[in-house]
């Protein structure tokens, strides 16, 4: 099998340690397995995207030593793809409108009867207020108003013996590792109704990642464990939507002194800002052990 794995980040911010180490992991890998490493811009949140930060990313990543082939996909140029495929998702029946706001989701799961809320890749899990709100027969897809997943239909619709599963060759954050399987009631009870298009974007990350993975053959998605939880719901979306599912390495978080994970508004640890303090990329390899 060709190797071929992406870095995929999202141009809202500069890049920092995490990102270096996550970058070099996929492109020393891919060097190793004598495969490819693309670069991919994960733009569709337009409201924060910035060009500055887009040439930020191409110009730390070129100073780090890294080479990827030409042109890369940008997602603000996909969108019709991704409507196509919320059109395939529609027609099955298996999407909703939700008009729900975070105030509303958060009353909600914590309505008394409901217990302490509980929460999902995406936060709060969806307690599926608008479920069965609006009808879902209607031939157009309603634009402009977030859609979410029928959660319990779509595993119904495409789990074979209501299981699914990934091979992960990393870790997950409690040293989950090998065939990842997953059940229906899972999906339903630590997931729930995820959106697949948002306000003002008309997609999702997990829309998109999924779509994108299999549009560029990425056979290996390298990427950090705080997205491992998530890729239950890739999986699934690859299973509706016809796609291949390639195989998963989560690798380790780089975390500040105290043992807080980097954040985009961790500028103090930007790549750009260790370059102008004279460093060489061989510093920052050492400092994310790589
Ligand atoms: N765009 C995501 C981020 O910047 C990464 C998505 C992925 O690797 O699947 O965190």
Not at 81 to 103: F, H, M, V
Not at 107 to 114: G, L
Not at 156 to 175: A, D, K, M, R
């Amino acid at each position: 099998m060709t190797f071929t794995t992406r870095f995929a980040p999202s141009p809202t911010g500069p890049l920092h340690l995490g990102h270096a180490y996550s970058a070099m992991l996929a492109s020393d890998k891919a060097a190793s397995e004598g495969g490819t490493f693309l670069l991919r811009i994960e733009d569709i949140d337009q409201s924060r995207a910035r060009p500055k930060w887009e040439d930020q990313i191409y110009a730390d990543l070129e100073w780090l030593g890294l080479s990827w082939p030409t042109p890369v996909l940008r997602q603000s140029e996909r969108i019709q793809i991704y409507e196509q495929a919320l059109d395939t998702l529609w027609s099955k029946g298996l999407l909703y409108p939700c008009t729900c706001n975070r105030k509303d989701i958060a009353a909600a799961a914590s309505a008394p009867q409901e217990g302490a809320p509980l929460h999902g890749p995406d936060g709060i899990i969806y307690p599926g207020t608008c479920r069965h709100k609006a009808s879902r027969n209607s031939v157009e897809r309603p634009k402009d108003t977030p859609l979410r997943l029928d959660m319990a239909m779509a595993a119904q619709s495409v789990l074979p013996h209501g299981t699914g599963s990934f091979l992960e060759l990393g870790t997950g954050p409690n040293g989950e590792t090998g065939r990842i399987s997953f059940d229906k009631t899972e999906l339903e009870t630590t997931i729930g109704d995820v959106v697949l298009s948002r306000r003002g974007m008309g997609t999702s990350y997990h829309l998109s990642v999924a779509l994108d993975d299999a549009a560029q053959g990425v056979t290996h998605v390298i990427r950090g464990q705080d997205l491992f939880e998530a890729t239950r719901i890739h999986v699934l979306l690859q299973a509706l939507l016809g796609l291949p599912t390639p195989e998963y390495l989560h690798h380790r978080l780089i975390r500040d002194p105290n043992g807080k994970r980097l954040a985009k508004r961790d500028d103090a640890r930007a790549i750009a800002k260790y370059r102008d303090e004279g460093a060489t990329p061989q510093d920052i390899r050492a400092m994310v052990n790589l």
